[in-house]
């Protein structure tokens, strides 16, 4: 089955710094989502990519569909304290509802 | 509500019990699926429902569990005779006709089983 690999998984930071995370797929993925996890809540969605080397942000986060279609990042630029929690990577295939999740990298954010 | 709401947020259960957990979909939204998330892992995939189509219950992981979404609405996701490998936090999403793949997600039942 579909297999993605999400790096780094976890990453400890100075507010201020700005950040990279990368998810890596074994097979091609038509689109491309990022979520943001907080303690005892759901994932909340920050950005959906769906077309092979688009660049998409949503105020300080920038996210990238691979143009291989295999890959894509997020970067969070100028990090802050609220920053904090665990980012998730999905895809989905042509067709495909289901989605392929990451195993997530964890952010930590040191005032 | 504006998003997707499950309920109870929290269950404790005794090992052989059955369990119900509830999911009010996002208002208009016509796919309705269910994950499973273990402590410190990614989401696995239950169970997906589109309108009135057959459910696509590939990822259910033993028939002790089902689901059923009366109404095209709400959603039910059932555990019988609980195990305690069924701890977990069970999450509910939604999406809209025509982008399935953007889903949406409720906070979660955390599910313990003792």
């Known amino acids: 089955g579909q297999q993605l690999n999400q790096s780094p998984q976890s990453m400890f930071i100075q507010e201020g710094e700005d950040v990279s995370m990368n998810c890596t797929s074994s097979?091609?993925?038509?689109?491309w989502l990022w979520y943001k996890q907080d303690p005892g809540e759901g994932p909340v969605l920050l950005i959906a990519?769906?077309?092979?080397?688009e660049l998409t942000s949503n105020g300080r986060l920038t996210a990238q569909f691979g143009i291989t279609r295999k890959d894509s990042f997020l970067n969070i630029s100028a990090s802050i304290p609220s920053d904090v929690g665990i980012y998730f990577c999905?895809?989905?295939?042509?067709?495909?509802?289901?989605?392929?999740f990451g195993k997530g990298t964890k952010l930590s954010v040191i005032p | 509500g504006a998003g997707v709401s499950q309920s109870p947020s929290n269950k404790v259960t005794e090992k052989g019990k059955d369990v119900e957990l509830r999911c009010d979909p996002i208002?208009?939204?016509?796919?309705l699926y269910w994950y499973r998330q273990s402590l410190g892992q990614g989401l696995e995939f239950l169970i997906y429902?589109?309108?009135?189509?057959?459910?696509?219950k590939s990822g259910l992981p033993s028939d002790r569990f089902s689901a059923e979404r009366t109404g095209g609405s709400v959603s039910t996701l059932t555990i019988q005779r609980t195990q305690q490998e069924d701890s977990a936090v069970y999450l509910c999403?939604?999406?809209?006709?025509?982008?399935?793949?953007?889903?949406?997600f409720g906070p979660g039942t955390r599910l313990l089983v003792l």
């Open positions: 097979s091609i993925f038509n689109t």
């Open positions: 999403a939604s999406s809209r006709q025509g982008q399935r793949e953007t889903q949406y």
């Open positions: 208002s208009g939204h016509t796919a």
């Open positions: 990519l769906y077309k092979a080397g």
């Open positions: 999905a895809g989905s295939g042509a067709g495909s509802y289901q989605l392929t």
């Open positions: 429902f589109q309108g009135n189509s057959a459910p696509d």
